[in-house]
């Protein structure tokens, strides 16, 4: 894996408009080995590399990881204000995971009642081991899944009180525009959406409802705090399976981008 340390605190450190010796002290080295650092000759050890993270307010798992020269000035500025832990999604924090006596990984479930909860506790190890949990043979021991309760009629097709399952999305960039997710937001709790992709440009995502009687809404990254991909649903009723699939997802998209350019249009008349 390629590391962008060096590479990094360069471009902060001259964003920051500071000398080696400014952040050298900042750190509590000497210039000498901070030098080492920026140029590629050393690595710093974990108590410098943790200060390097807390001087440039940019996480550990970013510094190292993320070659920020390919990022916009936008997402630069994000990183600069502190926001770097939503842009990627790739926060130093463990996901809290349980297993059974095998050793196998739990997919845990969290119903309508205990979505507030999960707001608070989402990351709490304590809080997530009380949630029920069941597992299903036929998908990846590689990956991490959790299921939610979805309620409201946004996603008809889908029934109410369904059972969505979703695989833990670590690259927020992977997003896929036209596919649906759950997402978990400060402001609006647990949803499930149709996404469309927007980070890159506006630092934002998105969302969808199938039902066109709810308008889409932005969630800017920092708002958001875990990511789920949709893997499948589990419901007490059958759905209208000729309203399901990808297509539709990604038609309600372009069609509301549609509607946006329309209105966008009409505006500069």
Not at 96 to 120: F, W
Request: hydrophobic share 40%; charged share 25%.
């Amino acid at each position: 894996m390629e590391i962008f340390l060096a590479t990094n605190i360069l471009l902060l450190r001259k964003r920051k408009k500071r000398t080696q010796d400014d952040v050298a002290f900042a750190v509590n080295v000497k210039r000498s080995t901070y030098t080492g650092i920026e140029i590629g000759n050393s690595f710093p050890s974990i108590e410098v590399l943790i200060n390097l993270s807390n001087y440039f307010c940019v996480s550990i798992d970013t510094l190292l990881r993320v070659d920020l020269r390919k990022l916009s000035e936008f997402q630069l500025s994000e990183l600069e204000r502190g926001n770097d832990v939503y842009i990627r999604g790739t926060h130093l924090r463990i996901l809290s995971k349980t297993t059974d006596y095998l050793d196998t990984e739990n997919i845990e479930l969290v119903p309508e009642k205990a979505k507030a909860g999960y707001m608070t506790g989402y990351a709490d190890p304590e809080y997530i081991n009380e949630l029920s949990k069941f597992q299903l043979p036929f998908l990846s021991k590689n990956k991490k899944y959790r299921a939610f309760q979805i309620t409201g009629d946004s996603m008809l097709p889908i029934p109410e009180s369904s059972w969505i399952t979703g695989e833990f999305v670590q690259d927020w960039y992977s997003i896929q525009s036209g596919k649906s997710y759950i997402i978990l937001t400060i402001n609006d709790g647990v949803v499930f959406k149709i996404v469309d992709n927007l980070i890159q440009d506006e630092g934002i995502l998105r969302l969808y409802s199938l039902n066109s009687l709810y308008k889409p809404f932005d969630v800017p990254v920092p708002d958001i705090k875990e990511v789920w991909r949709f893997i499948n649903f589990i419901s007490s009723e059958i759905p209208d399976i000729g309203n399901l699939g990808e297509n539709l997802n990604q038609r309600v998209i372009e069609l509301s981008r549609e509607v946006e350019a329309i209105k966008h249009q009409i505006g500069r008349q």
